[in-house]
């Protein structure tokens, strides 16, 4: 199978099987799908993030105009915040790729990607191009156009600073560079030995009039896509509202929308359009697709038989054959975990429902090896066996090799632009109805039954033999005293054993050098210690696990994200954590930590001696919180809670009675109470996002930089992703403004920390990214803080 053949397959039958389960189309929406054979025309929305899309259009052209919609997201949404939990990085991205796929599902369109790794808010398309490396990302847009051929191309922001974000803006330029290079045989010629050139009609970008900017004028093509669909029973609005609700870590719910609703297009490139987005393009398939649906089955069998026309939708032929048919088929395992070189046992059933007038005989052909004869309305089933081989390793495509800061590393042409990993273990069937056949690769999944929610289905997990899983990503020492370091052991197969060796940087020794184990069942689970211990020269570096198994060497632990709206992700991040030794110093040990959106700075402080207890807010309106030495707010806590303003008094008393009370950064929209801190100050969208950004001391007597460690230029080398975000201004004078920083070519901002004095004690509020800088690590970001927690000086 060349790779055009391969492409084509995994892509085809995506729809049918839907979170692993073959869904079965009801009357109204296969008479939609009937409808859709008439149309061959296509559209590709391309933009930056997760959320950028436009759902409403999409749904709109997916389900009014049924041409073959796609949604080209450059990046996952890594470098986003979450606020349903703590995964930040690359399992933030895993999230909001699930949600995007579940948004498809809704709306109708297609979903792709770049490599591009969303590194965090950029100011301008040069510096995303810089990080991003432009031309790779350029390759890769111009590859989903080669393959998905759109008619029109559509972008959500312009190429300028309206954009607002440098990936926004640089998005739009990609999407024109590609425009003309996709149909230009001299850029990128490797692809072309897979795809064919491509040229699409035009592109347009679809203005708005949101944030403030207001782009849509009156000379613009202007659609309107607030229709009803009576075949739905919901209007576009309706659909995207549904849509974009299922962007959860972003807290997008969303009112449904009715009602006309108009969108506008500005030209970019290509043939102007003016009544139409599709203008001068004939998206009527010519050929005889006339079918009744009272007797679709028999028509679109014959349909099948007489259309070789390669611009016919034969995929959704395809599903409305099986559909109409009622044919469904599954094939699951047992057990949800299996392991390299594994034998899974597989049961693969199938049935059809359908009552016809013709006669009907349906047989289901297994791997090209075993046939079943599916007997009208009954259930049938065969057992199989599959090997689980590396190849179908669960390890999303994008994270298997280490990456930098701008783009995931892909080795494999054939995965660019699929959402998920496209060569997940499946079986190969091939459904004959008559005299016609309909193959696909149908997925092994997992189903289980839960006593409450019911029939389950999840993604099936080919893990390595052992994962050996480290409890932080960064350990801090304050001293040459040794600390011990947990790994949780789990296996994947039966009758594991072998040894856990850590490789550690110089100046480092680990006691002892290695951990025998033994783990007798599959998903039996084992921690065992290290005690590792720093010298005098110890340098900054990775702490990184060998796991010898019954003769292989694996370095991967383990990691699962569940929550309900999405399916279990499973992956298998490197076994590694940095290790660094600082000199730091802290005053008072107990804090109270009042969660926010997510993030892990309580576990970071715990690591470096703080006593650590959470509470709700129930617990601070009925606690004494005169025991804690400083109160700690989680990010984002005043957008996020409703509760947040009835604490807020109780929480500055404990200010004014002696206490510190540190408050991370939250976003300017969205706050519940205005009254943040004991003396006004209003939250901005000011931000610096250059990591290496040079900070400067606006008050550098202040105890701030000076107790219990001494602040310095070093304190500010190694940070990530950016320095601080959501700045403070219109700062009341009663408030110490610390540091200076800015970006390249801005002013200087001195609100990303503000500290005021406040009866006895001390209130500090900081938008420095210390929830991104804490687990990473950052020594500095550990010296700064521990000062921020030490109570006020007399």
Known sequence: MNLKTYLTAICVYLPILLNAQMQQMNAGEIAAGIEKLSVKGSALYIAAHPDDENTRLLAYLAKELKVRTGYLSLTRGDGGQNLIGNEQAELLGLIRTQELLAARRTDGAEQFFTRA????????????????????????????????????????????????????????????????????????????KYVKVWQAKRIVWNTFNFGGTNTTSADQLKIDVGLFNPALGKSYGEIAAISRTNHKSQGFGSALQR????????????????????????????????????????????????????????????????????????ANTPENMYAFGDSIPIRIQGIVRAKTNFPLKVSLIIDRQKTIVLEPNKLSASDYKIAATEANWTQPYWLRETHGIGQFHIGNQALVGHPENPDQLSVKLKIVINDQSVELNCPVVYKSTDPIKGEKYQPLVIAPKVTATLSEKAYIFNSNLPKTISVQLKSFSNSTSGFVNPQLPTGWKSNPEKVAFTLARKGDEQTINFSIIPSNEAQRGNLSLQVNTNGTVSDRGLKIISYDHIPNITVFPQAIASVEKIDLKIVGKRIAYIDGAGDLVADALKQIGYEVTHLNEAQILASDLAGYDAIVTGVRLYNISTEVKNIQSKLLSYVKDGGTLLVQYNVSNGLKTQNIGPYPFKLANKRV???????????????????????????????????????????DSKYSKILNMNDTGEPASDGSLIIADYGKGKFVYTSLVFFRELPAGVPGAYRLFANLLAPKQP
């Open 689 to 731: 996002t250059e990591e290496d950004a040079k900070v400067s001391f606006h008050s550098p007597e202040h105890p701030a930089l000076n107790y219990p460690n001494k602040i310095s230029q070093r304190d500010f080398e190694g940070w990530v992703q950016e320095r601080g975000l959501y700045f403070p201004t219109e700062i």
């Open 117 to 192: 790794n969303d590194f965090g808010f950029s100011k301008t398309a040069d510096e995303s191009f810089k990080i991003w490396g432009k031309e790779q990302i350029l390759a890769d847009v111009v590859w989903v156009i080669r393959n998905f051929k759109p008619d029109v191309i559509i972008t959500r922001f312009p190429e300028d600073s309206r954009a607002g974000h440098g990936h926004h803006a640089g998005s739009a330029i990609l999407a024109k560079e590609a425009f003309y290079a996709a149909a230009d045989p001299k850029r990128f010629p490797d692809q072309l």
């Open 259 to 330: 009602g006309e609703s108009f969108e506008y297009f500005s030209h970019v490139a290509g043939e102007p359009a003016k009544t139409s987005l599709f203008d001068g393009i004939d998206i009527k398939y010519k050929g005889n697709v006339h079918i009744n649906p009272a007797n679709a089955l028999q028509e679109l069998l014959v349909l099948k038989k007489q259309t070789k026309d390669g611009a016919f939708n034969h995929q959704l032929l395809d599903e409305l054959i099986l559909n109409s048919a009622g044919i469904w088929v599954e």
